[in-house]
């Protein structure tokens, strides 16, 4: 993750201003403008970490933010060199402490919190997932079914609790679905039409349902396969009939015709070991994202 990246800086400016962080009118009223403080994160249930790095960046930006804060820039954020993103943290542990101003520390509480706990609450959920395929070929992918700018961060989420980024969003990669073939003019036309425009590099994906539509996006050269919706049954057949075609080529072209394969729609965590044993390389899964709990993170706060 690129911490410094301006797009992070633009989405903590939204949440603070949107919280009305530097108009705090109860600390304001309450706390000492010169107090001192040490604010404590805790995980209260075991958890994957997610978000240390996003700390710095609420505590800046409230200083742009609000008009007193040239006493209050002074800070420190302490973590434990065992304690990073991606770690697997046990209930009861400190995952980092930050020593600043009183105020500015209950101000930011809340926001700060929420997004941790949002992305903890992913890598989770991740790694539960992860654990569930281990020892097979497959990878976990995640999806584009993401909070509106929040997507960075969530994929970002992801990769911590040990699951594989699928496209960031729909210039980077060719995912030819449905909806595309309907209006594209059917199949043969849309992948043709890909296959001849994409820029160097690009492989073309098409998602398929059934076995006939399995073998017309083989015969007209799509590069990776889709199966959506399928049974673990289905999965199975379909990827020991792309490896027929592959083994069918030229041994010269094996490896550079080879065809990744994807299994999505209805996988859950009961389930995706199923597929994953059915030789598919990715299963994508939308829940990572769109379904996860968020992780028990709290902050304790006590005058130094």
């Given at each position: 993750m690129d911490w410094k990246s301006s797009r992070i800086d633009a989405l903590v400016e939204q949440a603070l201003i949107e919280d009305q962080a530097a108009a705090d009118t109860t600390t304001n009223l309450t706390i000492d403008p010169n107090l001192r403080a040490?604010?404590?994160?805790?995980?209260?249930?075991?958890?994957?970490v997610c978000?240390?790095?996003?700390?710095?960046?609420?505590?800046?930006?409230?200083?742009?933010?609000?008009?007193r804060a040239s006493s209050q820039t002074r800070y420190e954020v302490i973590s434990n060199p065992e304690i990073f993103d991606g770690i697997k943290a046990r209930e009861g542990q400190v995952l980092a402490v930050i020593r600043h101003n009183a105020r500015v520390l209950l101000s930011c509480e809340r926001v700060i919190l929420n997004l941790m706990q949002h992305l903890s609450g992913i890598a989770t959920l991740t790694r539960q997932y992860a654990d569930a395929i281990q020892g097979t070929s497959a990878h976990v992918l995640d999806t584009r079914k993401t909070v509106p700018g929040l997507r960075t961060l969530?994929?970002?989420?992801?990769?911590c609790g040990g699951g594989t980024n699928h496209r960031l969003d729909l210039a980077s990669a060719i995912l030819i679905k449905n909806n595309h073939i309907s209006l594209g003019g059917?199949?043969?036309?849309?992948?043709?039409?890909?296959?001849?425009?994409?820029?160097?590099?690009?492989?073309?994906?098409?998602?398929?349902?059934?076995?006939?539509?399995?073998?017309?996006?083989?015969?007209?050269?799509?590069?990776?396969?889709?199966?959506?919706n399928m049974t673990p049954a289905q999965v199975k057949q379909s990827v020991d009939r792309i490896?027929?075609?592959?083994?069918?080529?030229?041994?010269?072209?094996?490896?550079?015709?080879?065809?990744?394969?994807?299994?999505?729609?209805?996988?859950?965590?009961?389930?995706?070991?199923?597929?994953?044993?059915?030789?598919?390389?990715?299963?994508?899964?939308?829940?990572?994202?769109?379904?996860?709990?968020?992780?028990?993170?709290?902050?304790?706060?006590?005058?130094?």
């Amino acid at each position: 993750m690129d911490w410094k990246s301006s797009r992070i800086d633009a989405l903590v400016e939204q949440a603070l201003i949107e919280d009305q962080a530097a108009a705090d009118t109860t600390t304001n009223l309450t706390i000492d403008p010169n107090l001192r403080a040490s604010a404590s994160i805790l995980a209260r249930q075991d958890l994957v970490v997610c978000g240390l790095g996003i700390i710095p960046h609420f505590l800046a930006i409230y200083a742009r933010l609000d008009p007193r804060a040239s006493s209050q820039t002074r800070y420190e954020v302490i973590s434990n060199p065992e304690i990073f993103d991606g770690i697997k943290a046990r209930e009861g542990q400190v995952l980092a402490v930050i020593r600043h101003n009183a105020r500015v520390l209950l101000s930011c509480e809340r926001v700060i919190l929420n997004l941790m706990q949002h992305l903890s609450g992913i890598a989770t959920l991740t790694r539960q997932y992860a654990d569930a395929i281990q020892g097979t070929s497959a990878h976990v992918l995640d999806t584009r079914k993401t909070v509106p700018g929040l997507r960075t961060l969530e994929k970002y989420a992801v990769l911590c609790g040990g699951g594989t980024n699928h496209r960031l969003d729909l210039a980077s990669a060719i995912l030819i679905k449905n909806n595309h073939i309907s209006l594209g003019g059917g199949l043969p036309t849309a992948l043709t039409n890909a296959l001849k425009h994409r820029q160097a590099g690009q492989r073309v994906q098409v998602e398929v349902r059934s076995p006939q539509e399995l073998e017309e996006a083989l015969q007209y050269g799509a590069e990776a396969i889709l199966l959506d919706n399928m049974t673990p049954a289905q999965v199975k057949q379909s990827v020991d009939r792309i490896k027929e075609v592959t083994r069918g080529l030229p041994q010269s072209e094996q490896k550079t015709r080879w065809i990744p394969t994807e299994a999505s729609g209805g996988i859950v965590l009961e389930n995706i070991r199923a597929y994953a044993e059915t030789g598919v390389d990715f299963i994508s899964v939308g829940a990572l994202t769109h379904s996860a709990k968020a992780a028990d993170i709290s902050m304790r706060i006590e005058a130094e």
